[in-house]
């Protein structure tokens, strides 16, 4: 199909566990023995880390997941949502990380029922392992966890919503980089970069935005495989969602202002460059203005045409009053252009 995913080099993984209604969850060995404990009473936590087809196909007809849904956990292009079926609510959700500059979204599938739940994750980024640190956060929160698939479904969420935190918090530390570049070395800043992290926080605001809505309908009891009693812990979770989100604007707003200031400081520059081009065509404007008349003159008198103006025989006479006339016509052509120059220099400030 379209969208399904690829093989990964990431090693499919498969963790069963049995959650009785009194005790520790315990550990099965394959899928066979946690139908048959899940008989037995208390509720099942399967775990599938990139699997393939084959490996999830078998929970349809036990379990009651819908083919649709599984289609889902195999397509790379879902966004996140709840949809509800007769045997259980389906709930797709994304993990984050933010690395390098680049955000990696990755697709946490859950299926909640009566008496189990199923997660199908792809747990391609990050370091350690996804799964571990689950077992070992609902581990510690056992008392939670044994009151039922729907209060192990939060414990996940949270979980995974934590983890958005630690992204906001590297997406804001890379704000406050770029807006130091700008500020004091504007040299060093990269346009580029900018728009790589307006990408990102794009990519983040709009499964923010789905996922809120997943809180708001499980908030307000639209899926019968939530208890009345878990809602409360939910909407813990919708708070932080909701805090995300306002932060995505602002992060959005700062990264608009970066932009503008990089921009008007850029012009900035340009002018300056151009007014300082302008100095110099303004000076060699003099230069020239100046020699203009003296070159004039000294073309008049390097010919006879003074000679026969003044006499030849006036020659020790007129050619030292020549001279002076050239330096009084170049000192006030000089001083008459500076104090242009002065009176332009004075308009400008």
């Known amino acids: ?33 946690a139908m048959a404990a899940m008989k037995g009473g208390g509720y099942i936590w399967l775990n599938f880390i990139d699997p393939a087809r084959e490996d999830i196909t078998p929970l349809i ?13 195999l397509d790379d ?16 959700f994304n993990k984050f990380h933010f690395e390098a500059g680049e955000l990696f979204v990755d697709e946490v599938d859950l299926f909640t029922g009566k008496n189990f739940l199923v997660m199908v994750s792809h747990n391609l980024h990050g370091n350690g392992s996804f799964l571990d640190r689950l077992e070992q956060i609902a581990g510690l929160d056992r008392e939670n966890v044994m009151k039922g698939p729907d209060h192990l479904l939060h414990v996940i969420l949270d979980h995974i919503v934590d983890q958005k935190f630690e992204t906001m918090e590297s997406i804001r530390e890379e704000l406050d980089v770029m807006e130091e570049n700008i500020l004091y070395d504007i040299r060093t800043f990269r346009p580029e970069d900018l728009m790589g992290l307006r990408r990102n926080l794009l990519k ?24 009345e009693q ?39 520059r340009m002018a300056m460059l151009a007014n300082r081009t302008s100095r110099f065509v303004r000076r060699l404007t003099i230069i020239n203005t100046i020699f203009m008349p003296l070159t004039l003159l000294a073309g008049i008198g390097g010919m006879s045409e003074w000679s026969m103006m003044t006499g030849p025989s006036n020659w020790k006479y007129t050619y030292p009053l020549f001279m002076v006339l050239m330096a009084v016509i170049g000192i006030g052509n000089y001083l008459l252009l500076k104090w242009y120059e002065s009176r332009d220099d004075t308009t400008d400030e």
Do not use: W
């Open 1 to 33: 199909m379209n969208g399904e995913r690829q093989m990964r080099n990431n090693t499919p993984v498969q963790r069963f566990f049995h959650v009785p209604r009194d005790g520790n969850p315990v550990v099965v060995p394959d899928l066979g023995a």
């Open 61 to 73: 007809e036990p379990l009651g997941l819908h083919p649709l849904a599984i289609e889902d956990c």
């Open 77 to 92: 292009e879902q966004i996140p949502k709840i949809e509800d079926y007769p045997t259980n609510s389906f709930v797709l």
């Open 204 to 227: 983040l605001r709009k499964s923010i935005t789905h996922e809120r809505e997943i809180l708001v309908k499980i908030c307000r009891k639209d899926s019968p495989f939530i208890t």
């Open 230 to 268: 878990s809602i409360y812990d939910f909407r813990d979770i919708y708070d932080h969602l909701a805090k995300f989100f306002e932060e995505a604007e602002i992060f959005r707003e700062m990264i608009s202002s970066f932009m503008e200031i990089y921009l008007s400081m850029t012009n900035n």
